[in-house]
C-alpha cells in the first residue's frame, strides 16, 4: 500500500472541501433559479411589502428548529463522545451542507461518521439512525392523525384495490424484516436483531430526551409553517390547517425523493392539500419555498463556513 505524504493529504483535503462547497452552491442556485415554480424576484419583493417583525419571527423559530436538531445529536453522540452544544452544532451543518444534494439527505450519515475514528463509526451510524427514526415515529404519529382528519372531513375516498396493496406492501415487509432479521445489512456485522440490541443498549434518560426534543422540533417546524402560510395568505383557520400539515409531512417523508425533485414533491404534495381548504398555489408555493430557505440553505451556508475552518 502506498503511504501518502502529509502535504498530499492536506491539499486532498482542501480539494475535497471546495468539491462539496460547489456541488453545494450549484445546487441551491440551481433550485432558486431553475426548478422553482415561482420566481425568486416575486418572492423576495413580495416580503418588502410585510412587517419585518415577522421575517425576524420566522428566523428565529428557525433557528430554534436547528438549536433542537443540535440538542438531539448531543444527547445521542454523548455516548461515545461528550461534545459541546458548539461542537455539536458544527458537525450538525457541516453534515448538512454535506448532504443537501444527496438523495433524501442519506449524505448526512457519512458526514457525521467521517468525524470519529474508524473504530467508533458504526455507532456513530447506529446513533444517528436511531435519531432520525424518533423524529420519524413522532411524524408518523401526528401524520395518522392529519390523513385521518382529511379522510374523514374532505370525503375522500379510499380506494379498496389501493388499501389491500398497501396492506400487502407492509406485511411482506414486516415478513421480510422478521425472516432476514439475522443477516447482515450493508455494512458487515450489522443486521436488523443487531441494530435493535444495540437500539435496546441505549438509556432510558436518553431515549426520553431525543423523543421529546423531536417532539419539540416537530412542534416548531410545523407552526414555523403555519405562520409562514399566514403571512404570505391571511384569514387562514388553525384548525384546519394544521391537520393538513402533519398530513403533508408524512406523506412527503415517506415517498423517497431524489435531491432535484425534493421542493417539487413537497410543493405539489402541499398545493393538493391545502386545495382543499381554498387556499392558493402562490401563498403555498411561497412557504414552501421560505421554509426551504430558512431551515435549509441558510443553515448549509453556516455550515459552508465550518467546513472550509474544518481541521481533521
Known sequence: ?????????????????VLILCVTFVYIYWKLNFDSKISMSQFFQS?????????????????????FEIVKWKLVISRIRQLSFLAAARQSLMALTVSLATPNRIGDYGAKAYFYDKSLRKQVLLLNLFSNLV????????????IAYVVINFGIELSISHTIIL?????????TGYFFKEKELFIKGLSIAAVWNYFKSLTSSVVWKVSLFSLFKYLVFSTLFLLM???????????????????MYLMVSVVPTLFILDVVVRGGVAVYLFSLVGIGEWPILATVTG?????????ALWGGYYLITYKK
Open 167 to 175: 396492506i400487502t406492501i407492509l406485511v411482506v415487509m414486516a415478513l
Open 229 to 247: 402560510l399566514h403571512f404570505f395568505q391571511r384569514g387562514i383557520s388553525i384548525f384546519e390547517v394544521y391537520p393538513l400539515i402533519f398530513a
Open 135 to 146: 423524529q420519524m415515529l413522532i411524524t408518523v404519529l401526528f401524520g395518522i392523525f392529519g
Open 1 to 17: 500500500m502506498i503511504a501518502l505524504s502529509h502535504k498530499t493529504k492536506h491539499y486532498g483535503l482542501i480539494a475535497l472541501k
Open 47 to 67: 416580503l418588502q411589502d410585510r412587517e419585518p417583525a415577522y421575517l425576524l419571527l420566522f428566523t428565529g423559530m428557525a433557528a430554534i428548529n436547528w438549536s
Open 291 to 299: 421554509m426551504w430557505l430558512l431551515n435549509f440553505v441558510l443553515p
